[in-house]
């Protein structure tokens, strides 16, 4: 049971910030599908 809240734990954390990456990228210019900033905007808006 640890290794799987562990493992719960890890993968949230790394999908914030595979998230936060996006989000940053996509404020500076780097060309982003518009797929992907259509979910960005969507996972945004319900924050």
Do not use: M, T
């Not at 999908?15 to 210019?29: F, H, K, V």
């Amino acid at each position: 049971a640890d290794g799987f809240v562990r493992g719960l734990v890890c993968f949230y954390y790394i999908g914030l910030e595979g998230i936060s990456i996006l989000e940053n990228a996509a404020e500076i210019g780097v060309l982003i599908p518009e797929k992907l900033k259509d979910i960005l905007i969507q996972l945004k808006d319900g924050e």
